[in-house]
């Protein structure tokens, strides 16, 4: 009588992940990127969506391979892809968590860790500066926490916050913090925040979500470019990515996004390695310890600490120094975004390639539209940009292509963004538009008057509201996909114009 041998876990597990490519490649065409992507376009019957996930069997194989060692919580793959981020970034450290607003909320409660000298510590009623159009969990962990938000208002054609208004903001012993996004994927105008920061003293957390991949080149003559010479460039100044100039930066990996986890985001740590500690505290129920889970007394005197008014020697796995949260993402989305990560650059270039087709086939329309510019940028041409004379440059790794209605246009972006959805063409408006006009904070200001204060007549943030919209440029858009946007937004025109 003759037997077979089982087969062994590893040839069980290989086979396992040869059917799942199988599987992949079979099932997610439609998420290939767009030279890949094999599948036809039919316009106005195949949708074209804003944003989306964009992978092949390299993600799917890597979720499924970390799923069947079922670790699951963050381990080995989160470790990983921890400090593959960080250099690929250029901080001190990466720190995962579940979502950028999750993101947005660790990096701001880490800086009201009782563990900061006093006089840099975020207590509440201190004031925080922030922009008023965007997206509302940039601001909620300000309000969460006690403190107050100052909204400056936004400059349309940009989409950042207007800083020219930063001094108006600033009250002396109440300003703590500058906590702004770079929206859509442009750079806000990072010489005046390092510049105001520097000044006074304050944290710089960049909200760097919509602009993973974005740079900004700090002109050399800048009074801080000395502070990053490390990356000095002669004759051109100091280029870094977006999230790595100020104190702690954030990072979402939400399907639209530059990469993605399925649900995912990051704190980036720029510099300073007691605020990862903080941090981390605070992403992991606010415990003081900081081992990994899965690791014990890499203190080598996990029973030797007495904190708080708990007995000496008591177990420092369970002390808490902070009022924290647990935020963290799985192992298997982490081993995801690895595999995103290696497609990251080729993802910067498509977004940057998409958006100047549009810009390109659109230009004709300027009487009914403003087109957004990068930050010191005065002007686009087919050849390139004009800029002003600053000598501070921008590189966009667009998150999206944002429209702004003229008054004078025979449609309003309502109108417009109806017609396009009509046309299965995604389109979005600048996230919460003017967020003092959002029911939550209308209703935060009955409750408490002093909840925020706000700079001047928000007119810019109001007109974002009011004018704009986005489309997508992210890299699973083929070219067919572009050229029937350009042309749908053509025939709206041409028709609107009777």
Same mark, same amino acid.
């Given at each position: 009588?003759?037997?077979?041998?089982?087969?062994?876990?590893?040839?069980?597990?290989?086979?396992?992940?040869?059917?799942?490519r199988e599987?992949?490649?079979?099932?997610?065409q439609?998420?290939?990127?767009a030279?890949?992507?094999?599948?036809?376009?039919?316009?106005?019957?195949?949708?074209?969506?804003?944003?989306?996930?964009?992978?092949d069997?390299?993600?799917?194989?890597?979720?499924?391979?970390?799923?069947?060692?079922?670790?699951?919580?963050?381990?080995?793959?989160?470790?990983?892809?921890?400090?593959?981020?960080?250099?690929?970034?250029?901080?001190?450290?990466?720190?995962l968590?579940?979502?950028?607003?999750?993101?947005?909320?660790?990096?701001?409660?880490?800086?009201?860790?009782?563990?900061?000298?006093?006089?840099?510590?975020?207590?509440?009623?201190?004031?925080?500066?922030?922009?008023?159009?965007?997206? @509302?969990?940039?601001?909620a962990?300000?309000?969460?926490n *006690? =403190? &107050?938000? $100052?909204f400056l +208002?936004?400059d349309?054609?940009?989409?950042?916050?207007?800083?020219?208004?930063?001094?108006?903001?600033?009250?002396?012993g109440?300003?703590?913090?500058?906590?702004i996004?770079?929206?859509?994927?442009?750079?806000?105008?990072?010489?005046?925040?390092?510049?105001?920061?520097?000044?006074?003293?304050?944290?710089?957390?960049?909200?760097?979500?919509?602009?993973?991949?974005?740079?900004?080149?700090?002109?050399?003559?800048?009074?801080l470019?000395?502070?990053?010479a490390?990356?000095?460039?002669?004759?051109?100044?100091?280029?870094?990515?977006?999230?790595?100039w100020?104190?702690?930066?954030?990072?979402?990996?939400? @399907?639209?996004?530059?990469?993605?986890?399925?649900?995912? *985001? =990051? &704190?980036? $740590?720029?510099? +300073?390695m007691?605020?990862?500690?903080?941090?981390?505290?605070?992403?992991?129920?606010?415990?003081?310890?900081w081992?990994?889970?899965?690791v014990?007394?890499?203190?080598?005197?996990?029973?030797?600490?007495q904190?708080g008014?708990?007995?000496?020697?008591?177990?420092?796995?369970?002390?808490?120094?902070?009022?924290?949260?647990?935020?963290?993402?799985?192992?298997?989305?982490?081993?995801?975004?690895?595999?995103?990560?290696?497609?990251?650059?080729?993802?910067?270039?498509?977004r940057?390639?998409?958006?100047?087709?549009?810009?390109?086939?659109?230009?004709?329309?300027?009487e009914?539209?403003?087109?957004?510019? @990068?930050?010191?940028?005065?002007?686009?041409?087919?050849? *390139?940009?004009?800029w002003?004379?600053?000598?501070?440059?921008?590189?966009?790794s667009?998150?999206?292509?944002?429209?702004?209605v003229?008054?004078?246009?025979?449609?309003?972006?309502?109108?417009?963004?109806?017609?396009?959805?009509?046309?299965k063409?995604?389109?979005?408006?600048?996230f919460g538009?003017?967020?003092?006009?959002?029911?939550?904070?209308?209703?935060?200001?009955?409750?408490?008057?002093?909840?925020?204060r706000?700079?001047?007549?928000?007119?810019?943030?109001d007109?974002?509201?009011n004018?704009?919209?986005?489309?997508?440029?992210?890299?699973?858009?083929?070219?067919?996909?572009?050229?029937?946007?350009?042309e749908?937004?053509h025939?709206?025109?041409?028709?609107?114009?009777?």
């Amino acid at each position: 009588m003759s037997s077979t041998a089982a087969p062994s876990p590893a040839a069980l597990k290989a086979e396992i992940l040869r059917l799942t490519r199988e599987y992949s490649a079979l099932m997610h065409q439609a998420n290939r990127p767009a030279p890949e992507n094999p599948l036809p376009f039919e316009p106005g019957k195949t949708t074209v969506p804003y944003a989306g996930r964009v992978f092949d069997g390299d993600e799917v194989e890597a979720a499924v391979g970390a799923t069947l060692d079922f670790w699951l919580t963050l381990g080995r793959e989160g470790e990983a892809m921890e400090k593959e981020l960080a250099e690929f970034m250029g901080v001190r450290k990466s720190i995962l968590v579940n979502s950028g607003s999750s993101a947005n909320l660790v990096a701001f409660s880490a800086l009201t860790s009782a563990k900061l000298p006093a006089e840099k510590r975020i207590r509440p009623g201190d004031e925080v500066i922030t922009c008023a159009a965007g997206f @509302p969990t940039t601001v909620a962990p300000i309000i969460q926490n *006690g =403190a &107050v938000p $100052v909204f400056l +208002d936004n400059d349309p054609i940009t989409g950042n916050a207007d800083l020219s208004q930063l001094e108006a903001a600033y009250v002396p012993g109440k300003t703590k913090a500058v906590m702004i996004a770079h929206a859509l994927g442009n750079p806000f105008d990072l010489s005046a925040a390092l510049a105001f920061c520097k000044k006074y003293d304050l944290w710089l957390i960049e909200d760097n979500c919509d602009a993973l991949g974005c740079s900004y080149t700090l002109n050399a003559a800048h009074p801080l470019a000395a502070s990053f010479a490390d990356q000095l460039k002669l004759g051109e100044g100091v280029s870094r990515y977006t999230g790595t100039w100020g104190d702690l930066s954030t990072q979402s990996f939400y @399907p639209p996004h530059h990469l993605t986890m399925g649900e995912g *985001g =990051a &704190v980036n $740590v720029v510099r +300073d390695m007691k605020l990862k500690v903080y941090a981390e505290s605070f992403r992991d129920w606010g415990r003081d310890c900081w081992c990994a889970s899965g690791v014990d007394n890499t203190c080598n005197k996990r029973f030797g600490w007495q904190l708080g008014e708990l007995p000496q020697g008591y177990d420092h796995k369970y002390i808490y120094s902070h009022l924290g949260y647990n935020l963290k993402p799985l192992d298997p989305q982490a081993a995801i975004g690895r595999q995103q990560l290696k497609k990251l650059p080729a993802f910067i270039e498509a977004r940057k390639a998409n958006w100047n087709a549009l810009r390109a086939g659109l230009a004709d329309l300027e009487e009914f539209f403003s087109f957004s510019l @990068p930050t010191h940028a005065t002007g686009w041409t087919p050849d *390139g940009y004009t800029w002003d004379t600053s000598g501070n440059r921008t590189e966009c790794s667009w998150f999206g292509f944002l429209l702004l209605v003229r008054p004078e246009a025979p449609f309003r972006n309502v109108e417009l963004g109806k017609l396009l959805d009509e046309a299965k063409i995604g389109n979005r408006m600048l996230f919460g538009g003017n967020l003092v006009r959002q029911p939550a904070f209308v209703q935060l200001r009955k409750d408490d008057p002093k909840a925020f204060r706000v700079i001047g007549d928000l007119a810019g943030a109001d007109r974002i509201m009011n004018q704009s919209l986005f489309l997508g440029v992210y890299p699973g858009l083929t070219q067919p996909m572009l050229d029937y946007m350009i042309e749908t937004i053509h025939r709206i025109v041409k028709k609107a114009r009777g």
